[in-house]
T-cell receptor, first 112, second 112 residues
Framework: SQTIHQWPATLVQPVGSPLSLECTVE??????LYWYRQAAGRGLQLLFY??????ISSEVPQNLSASRPQDRQFILSSKKLLLSDSGFYLC???????????FGPGTRLLVL | AQSVTQLDSQVPVFEEAPVELRCNYS??????LFWYVQYPNQGLQLLLK??????LVKSINGFEAEFNKSQTSFHLRKPSVHISDTAEYFC??????????FGTGTRLLVSP
């Protein structure tokens, strides 16, 4: 069966520090991968998605970036965090069934 | 462009009472429709989905939703809720272009 992992689960970072969040999927190949951010009371905002290694589409201009170095690995990064980057970051994957996305457990990021 | 409206940000209800969470969407093309549930500090879990066929779809824990094309709605219902149904519920729409658009969520609060 397929599983999706995210780490770390929780992260507290100072403003201006770098960020690296990792997401990996097991049990499937060539998935579409997605990064979302969930801010308090604001639903889900799609940040990036990828349909293959090295292929990244950005949905919202910001100081975040994403990379997909391997088929089942998706990384969210920042060189300098802002206070507004605080939130709950969710990774998701889909493969096969039309657009049915499956989510990881999330990373809660607090920027101070 | 597609959009999803969840008019109720919060729905309080007593245990064993019926509940309806409303979802309306806007799209100029055929859609796939989803309901996801999020328990505190967790990722989203797929609750049910409409892809094609019967317009009434059901989950394993007693929820159901009906796709109404003329009213562009996909309301979620349960005839008798439990305390354990307390969570946030997200409606989402997909159109076959690899992405989902989510509503802002409805918080269901079940009290004894």
């Amino acid at each position: 069966s397929q599983t999706i992992h995210q780490w770390p689960a929780t992260l507290v970072q100072p403003v201006g520090s770098p960020l690296s969040l990792e997401c990996t999927v097991e049990g499937t190949s060539n998935p579409n991968l997605y990064w979302y951010r969930q801010a308090a009371g604001r639903g889900l905002q799609l940040l990036f998605y990828s349909v293959g290694i090295g292929q990244i589409s950005s949905e919202v201009p910001q100081n975040l970036s994403a990379s997909r170095p391997q088929d089942r690995q998706f990384i969210l990064s920042s060189k300098k965090l802002l206070l507004s980057d605080s939130g709950f970051y969710l990774c998701a994957w889909t493969s096969g069934s039309p657009e049915t996305q499956y989510f990881g457990p999330g990373t809660r990021l607090l920027v101070l | 462009a597609q959009s999803v409206t969840q008019l109720d940000s919060q729905v309080p209800v007593f245990e064993e009472a019926p509940v309806e969470l409303r979802c309306n969407y806007s799209s100029s093309v055929s859609v796939y429709l989803f309901w996801y549930v999020q328990y505190p500090n967790q990722g989203l879990q797929l609750l049910l989905k409409y892809l094609s066929g019967s317009t009434l779809v059901k989950s394993i824990n007693g929820f159901e939703a009906e796709f109404n094309k003329s009213q562009t709605s996909f309301h979620l219902r349960k005839p008798s809720v439990h305390i354990s149904d307390t969570a946030e519920y997200f409606c989402a729409v997909g159109t076959g272009f690899q992405k989902l658009v989510f509503g802002t969520g409805t918080r269901l609060l079940v009290s004894p």
